[in-house]
Each structure stands twice: as C-alpha cells, then as structure tokens.
C-alpha cells in the first residue's frame, strides 16, 4: 500500500535541488539537507517504536519539545516482508508523514539480516528455513558446535534475500519522499558481528577459513600500513613478522581470535557492501553502520560486568564489526558505506570519537547515553571532532522536562550555524565537560587547554565560593583575538603565546543572544568586573551557582550561556620588567 501526501503548507516539498549528502570539508564532511549544512540533534527510540504509527503519533510532540530534529528509528525486515516477495510499507508511510508534519527529519535503520549480532528481527520464513538460509555455528567446549540465533555469512540465499528487501525500501522511499527530504540517512543492518564465537565454525566458514586469504586484502595491509588504525596495526605484528604474502589466514596471521576476528571483519563488511550497494543505486542517501565496541580495554569508561556490556575477547562483542583494530578493513571493503560509526555507552567518549575520526571520516554517533554524564559529553563531539551529529538511545521513554538532553539541544540549536561553520574551519573550536565532584571532592575532569593563533586557552570549572557544580560547552575562535564561548560551568583563562608579552587581559566581555528568526547574534550585557573576577578569566556560570554561604553573590546565574570575549597582550618595553 501507498501513502498519499496531502501538500498542505506543512508538509510542502521543499525546493531542495538535491537530496540530502555528505559534502567535503578541509578535514571531514558535513552532511547537507534542502541545500544546506546540516546539525543532527538526534535521539533514537526504543527498538521497536517505529514498527507503529499509532504509538508513534503519541511521542511526535514529545520529541519537538526535547529540541530533537532528528529521530532514529528501525524498519525492520519481518515487518515490511512478512511473507516472501511481499512488501508492505504502509507502517512506515504514516511513520514517515507524522515525522514529516512534526517537522523533524528521520534516519531509519535497517534491522535486516542483522541486530546487535543476531537475526531476530529477520522474518519468520528466514528463520525457520535452516537449509536455504543456514545459521552459524558457535564453536564450544570439548569440540562441540551450537546452533546461532543468526545466519550464516558464508551463503548467498539470505545475501540475496537482504539485498531484495533493502532495495525495495530505499526504492520505496526514494518514491515518497526525494522531494521532501524527510529521512536523511539510512543506517545498514544494526551492530553487526558474531557473538558467542570469534568466528563462524560451520563447514563452510571452515572451508573459506582454510583457504587463501584474498590478495586485495593482504595488498592493503601492506601498502596502507603507514595509515592504518594503531589498533589495527597491534593485533598485526604477526602479519609483519612473518612477512607472508599468501596463504590461508592463519598462515599469513598465525592462530589467534584476532585472526579470527580479521576473518569475519573481512566477510562481514563484503556482505554488508553488497547490501548497501544495492540500496544506493535505488537511492543515494548517506549509509553508514554502526558499532558495538569493546567495552573492555584502556578506554573502559565502566563499573560493570562483562555479561552486561559486551567486552573482551572478540565474541564477547560482536566479532567482525567494525570496531576500530578492523575499522581500516570496513572502510576498504564496504566503500558504499559513507562512514563507520560508534555507538558510544561504556568506552571513554573523548578517545571514541578521536578513533573514529580516522582517516577523517566524519562523526557520527548513533547511541549513546540518554543522561546527563551522556549529554555533557556531546560537547566534545561537536567541539573538537566536528560530529555531523549526536543521538541518545532510548528517547521516547523520557519526558523534556526531565530529559537533559532538552537544555543542551536547545541550546546547540540556537547556535547550529554558529557551530557549523566552525566545523569548516579545522582547528578554530574545541569541545569540553567537567563531571560532577567525586564524593571525596576530587575533581575526575582536567583542564582543556588548546591554542589559537597567538593565545594559549585554558578552560576549567567554573569558580564558585560553594560547591562547583558540573559543566559542558565549546569555545570558537572567532580570528584575531576574539573568542565565543557557548555552555555553562566553566570559565576560560587567556595567555599569550609571545615571548615579548608581559601581560595578557580581557578588552571586552559581552553577553550574546541567538536571534531565534535569523540564529545571528546581538549584544546583551556588556560583562566585567565579578564577571570576570576582576579581570583573570571569563566565567560562564551555571543556572544555580552554588554561592555557599558567602554572603556577596559574586557569581551571576547563566542566562543565555553565549558570550563573546576579545583578549589583547601588552609587550612592555620597560627595563623595570
């Protein structure tokens, strides 16, 4: 069934002259939508949520009041395809519409053949026919195999079958709404990779395992070693110790689970190519899929255990997916897939997004923590590794007034041009967060310290008589020696960088606020004095700034937390100096 678009005056098709796109910048890409660069303030829902319209249409309102403008959510294969060769988009038509009216734009993810590492959402006449579609087999203890709750890899049946149904949706999407833009991207499949297993120990993945590894993949390694991932390149001193050109792949690797994991990581992303390939040649929207990573190793950012988080060893996380020590084989080997992008709960947030910037591809992450620990942290994706967007997991069980994820998109909405133009000027921003106080009073957050042209900034918490309280935000560097600080809870401190200057000061400090109409900004007040503590540093105080008992109220509250700064250095001549 199809879906007829009223053209009333919300739901005009806008007059874009392309369809949305990843354009180039000097060190990444933006993503571009009806002709514009364009700030994914995401959130995705809950699993299933999008499977119906009708619960849809109760969370539409809630999403716009979060200052969300764009919603993640699945298609997935058993709904669309309930009986082989019959497609049926009538769900995901009205999904589409309610989006559409809401004003918010959609990236659907495509739960296909796979979902965090298994086939549960793929349909019943996939599942239940073992034969035409094998699963994958779990290698145990005393040589015993298991059956996998997902299909095998390593045949063309279920190949084929996704590839049918992922080019009826984009074909179909491509039908209802190119001229609206309404979904901007396509995520293929859902954390993709083998648990319980490194690798696949059916008969037939044994048989490919055993055979030569294919020369393009060794050829890579060995002339892109210069640029690979220093994750990849630890689990590869094997490869170049051995110096082995060919044979199979523990031969060339020697025997190990990374070897294992190489194994699927290979296949994996062929098969995923394969997918996606064909849906961009129905439609050409920005395809990407996302990762499960390790939540065990140096960027651990979690207290919990290994059953609960996925880590470890490969198979505890899902083995083949593209988490970055195979990060260089998914960019090689599924180039229709515009970027790989992390889902970012249990691993340290800074070091994920700098491993995913490689080869500077751009950001994007798809799941994340919905809370405040997760939402101060998007600061550091959009400041310092020029994310196209950020998306929160779990969305729609949350209500605006208690979401944090409400005060720090609207606020990155008022400033999205501002921020987007800076992501096309490498090097003029940087992004930062300071956690709440440990119960000790030590403080886990450090200073950000970052250089533009001739000044050195230093970026720390924000300076209270009581309890310094939590923090988050970005600073540009406007050229000259003009700053713009955006957050709260933070203050930032100048120096200059030449060796002459004898003094480093604050010319001017002034309170800015985001025209809503045109997003440019207009002066407030003009800020000094207990502002600026008498002149050492520019403070942006939070909301409630803890004055603890002091009885002088030194610290003004927040208000539009965006401020402008200009700074200027003395080189005094004076042989007093």
């Known amino acids: 069934m199809r879906t007829t678009y009223p053209l009333t005056s919300s739901s005009m098709a806008s007059e874009n002259k392309s369809i949305p796109r990843l354009e180039k910048t000097a060190n990444s890409q933006q993503l571009i939508v009806n002709g514009k660069p364009f700030l994914i303030l995401g959130a995705e829902l809950q699993n299933s949520s999008m499977t119906s319209a009708a619960y849809m249409n109760t969370v539409w309102q809630k999403l716009v009041d979060t200052n969300i403008n764009t919603v993640l959510g699945c298609v997935t294969w058993e709904d669309i395809e309930l009986t082989e060769g019959h497609f049926d988009f009538t769900e995901l038509d009205q999904v589409i519409l309610g989006a559409r009216k809401h004003g918010l734009h959609l990236v659907l993810l495509w739960f296909g053949?796979?979902?965090?590492?298994?086939?549960?959402?793929?349909?019943?006449?996939?599942?239940?026919?073992?034969?035409?579609?094998?699963?994958?087999?779990?290698?145990?203890?005393?040589?015993?195999?298991?059956?996998?709750?997902?299909?095998?890899?390593?045949?063309?049946?279920?190949?084929?079958?996704?590839?049918?149904?992922?080019?009826?949706?984009?074909?179909?999407?491509?039908?209802?709404?190119?001229?609206?833009?309404?979904?901007?991207?396509?995520?293929?499949?859902?954390?993709?990779?083998?648990?319980?297993?490194?690798?696949?120990?059916?008969?037939?993945?044994?048989?490919?395992?055993?055979?030569?590894?294919?020369?393009?993949?060794?050829?890579?390694?060995?002339?892109?070693?210069?640029?690979?991932?220093?994750?990849?390149?630890?689990?590869?001193?094997?490869?170049?110790?051995?110096?082995?050109?060919?044979?199979?792949?523990?031969?060339?690797?020697?025997?190990s689970q990374q070897t294992d994991e190489l194994f699927?990581?290979?296949?994996?992303?062929?098969?995923?190519?394969?997918?996606?390939?064909?849906?961009?040649?129905?439609?050409a929207l920005p395809l990407y899929t996302n990762v499960w990573q390790n939540y065990v190793g140096d960027d651990g950012d979690n207290a919990f255990l290994v059953v609960a988080g996925g880590g470890g060893a490969p198979g505890d996380y899902p083995s083949g997916g593209g988490v970055s020590n195979v990060l260089d084989i998914w960019r090689a080997f599924a180039p229709s897939l515009d970027f790989i992008a992390p889902d970012i709960y249990l691993n340290d947030y800074s070091s994920s997004c700098a491993k995913y910037r490689h080869l500077d591809q751009p950001l994007f992450i798809p799941e994340q923590r919905r809370d405040e620990?997760?939402?101060?942290?998007?600061?550091?994706?959009?400041?310092?590794?020029?994310?196209?967007?950020?998306?929160?997991?779990?969305?729609?069980?949350?209500?605006?007034?208690?979401?944090?994820?409400?005060?720090?998109?609207?606020?990155?909405?008022?400033?999205?041009?501002?921020?987007?133009?800076?992501?096309?000027?490498?090097?003029?921003?940087?992004?930062?967060?300071?956690?709440?106080?440990?119960?000790?009073?030590?403080?886990?957050?450090?200073?950000?310290?970052?250089?533009?042209?001739?000044?050195?900034?230093?970026?720390?918490?924000?300076?209270?008589?009581?309890?310094?309280?939590?923090g988050s935000g970005m600073l540009i560097h406007l050229g000259d020696a003009k700053f713009l600080l955006i957050g709260w809870g933070f203050q930032a401190v100048f120096k200059s960088l030449s060796p002459k200057s004898t003094f480093t000061g604050i010319l001017s400090f002034t309170e800015k606020i985001v025209d809503?109409?045109?997003?440019?900004?207009?002066?407030?007040?003009?800020?000094?004095?207990?502002?600026?503590?008498?002149?050492?540093?520019?403070?942006?105080?939070?909301?409630?700034?803890?004055?603890?008992?002091?009885?002088?109220?030194?610290?003004?509250?927040?208000?539009?937390?965006?401020?402008?700064?200009?700074?200027?250095?003395?080189?005094?001549?004076?042989?007093?100096?």
């Open 516 to 577: 809503p109409e045109t997003g440019k900004l207009t002066t407030g007040r003009r800020l000094n004095g207990d502002e600026t503590r008498s002149g050492k540093f520019c403070i942006m105080p939070n909301e409630e700034p803890d004055y603890g008992g002091f009885p002088i109220c030194v610290t003004i509250p927040a208000r539009t937390m965006a401020a402008e700064v200009e700074v200027y250095s003395l080189e005094e001549g004076s042989g007093d100096l």
């Open 373 to 470: 620990y997760g939402a101060r942290r998007i600061w550091k994706a959009f400041g310092s590794y020029q994310a196209i967007g950020t998306s929160p997991f779990g969305i729609d069980t949350l209500e605006p007034e208690t979401n944090p994820f409400t005060r720090h998109y609207g606020l990155l909405a008022s400033v999205k041009n501002i921020v987007l133009e800076a992501h096309r000027n490498p090097g003029s921003s940087v992004g930062f967060f300071f956690d709440e106080l440990l119960e000790d009073g030590r403080d886990p957050s450090p200073p950000t310290i970052a250089r533009f042209a001739d000044f050195e900034v230093t970026i720390e918490r924000s300076f209270v008589f009581g309890k310094p309280g939590a």
């Open 113 to 255: 053949s796979f979902k965090n590492g298994i086939s549960t959402y793929a349909p019943s006449w996939i599942k239940k026919d073992v034969k035409r579609f094998p699963r994958a087999h779990l290698r145990k203890a005393g040589g015993l195999l298991e059956t996998g709750d997902v299909v095998s890899i390593f045949h063309e049946e279920v190949l084929k079958a996704d590839i049918k149904a992922f080019s009826a949706l984009m074909r179909h999407v491509k039908e209802v709404d190119e001229a609206y833009s309404t979904v901007i991207m396509v995520q293929v499949e859902n954390e993709i990779g083998l648990l319980g297993d490194s690798r696949d120990g059916s008969s037939t993945a044994n048989k490919r395992f055993s055979e030569p590894v294919p020369t393009p993949f060794i050829q890579h390694l060995s002339t892109e070693w210069d640029t690979l991932h220093a994750d990849l390149k630890r689990n590869l001193q094997v490869f170049k110790t051995l110096a082995k050109s060919s044979g199979s792949w523990e031969v060339v690797f020697g025997k």
């Open 264 to 283: 699927m990581a290979y296949h994996y992303a062929i098969y995923v190519e394969k997918v996606a390939a064909a849906g961009k040649k129905e439609y």
